[in-house]
T-cell receptor
Framework: GQQLNQSPQSMFIQEGEDVSMNCTSS?????WLWYKQDPGEGPVLLIA?????ELTSNGRLTAQFGITRKDSFLNISASIPSDVGIYFC????????????FGTGTRLQVFP | SQTIHQWPATLVQPVGSPLSLECTVE??????LYWYRQAAGRGLQLLFY??????ISSEVPQNLSASRPQDRQFILSSKKLLLSDSGFYLC?????????????FGSGTRLTVV
């Protein structure tokens, strides 16, 4: 089935640093979504993107829908300890199903 | 907005015992419903999804089954648990025809099979 390649797999950064992660696919996506999962909780939607080239911010988070429609990027500025968690990208393609395709996740650790 | 109730939060079960995890949805009718499993520190594996009562699609051949006896109720079951069934189980929902707006996830059940 479809897969989304998400990188890096994990990141260990110091508080205050900026973070970048991305998601790529060999297929064209119609929607890109970014989720955050706190330890022991379910993922929560952070940002949704619906048009190629779209750039959307949510506080310190900024995400972009790649112009080729095959990738998306998430940036976190000035990281803080509560940014710790797993970040998942997800997207939709035209496949006649009601399913999101999820990336493999990026685990973020922030050290004070 | 949608709310998912998932229980129990934690479960320890012996090998060979049955399993029943329940998920209910508030705030939307005829939701799409999904069961995911997540191994420790890993990604989300889709197990089952349902677009209506009695309609279940299985994604992965396994020791588990799912049922949707009511519009907003989704149940994950097993007759005999295996050690490999341990993991974090998440229920999710989306509004009908609006899955591209994202899923709402429950808080999960951590299952340990011993």
């Amino acid at each position: 089935g479809q897969q989304l390649n998400q990188s890096p797999q994990s990141m260990f950064i110091q508080e205050g640093e900026d973070v970048s992660m991305n998601c790529t696919s060999s297929s064209i996506f119609n929607t890109w979504l970014w989720y955050k999962q706190d330890p022991g909780e379910g993922p929560v939607l952070l940002i949704a993107l619906y048009k190629a080239g779209e750039l959307t911010s949510n506080g310190r988070l900024t995400a972009q829908f790649g112009i080729t429609r095959k990738d998306s990027f998430l940036n976190i500025s000035a990281s803080i300890p509560s940014d710790v968690g797993i970040y998942f990208c997800a997207g939709t393609i035209y496949d006649n199903t009601d399913k999101l395709i999820f990336g493999t996740g990026t685990r973020l650790q922030v050290f004070p | 907005s949608q709310t998912i109730h998932q229980w129990p939060a934690t479960l320890v079960q012996p090998v060979g015992s049955p399993l029943s995890l329940e998920c209910t949805v508030e705030g939307t009718s005829n939701p799409n419903l999904y069961w995911y499993r997540q191994a420790a520190g890993r990604g989300l594996q889709l197990l089952f999804y349902s677009v209506g009562i009695g309609q279940i699609s299985s994604e992965v051949p396994q020791n588990l089954s799912a049922s949707r006896p009511q519009d907003r109720q989704f149940i994950l079951s097993s007759k005999k648990l295996l050690l490999s069934d341990s993991g974090f189980y998440l229920c999710a929902c989306s509004k009908p025809g609006q899955f591209n707006y994202g899923y709402t996830f429950g808080s999960g059940t951590r299952l340990t099979v011993v």
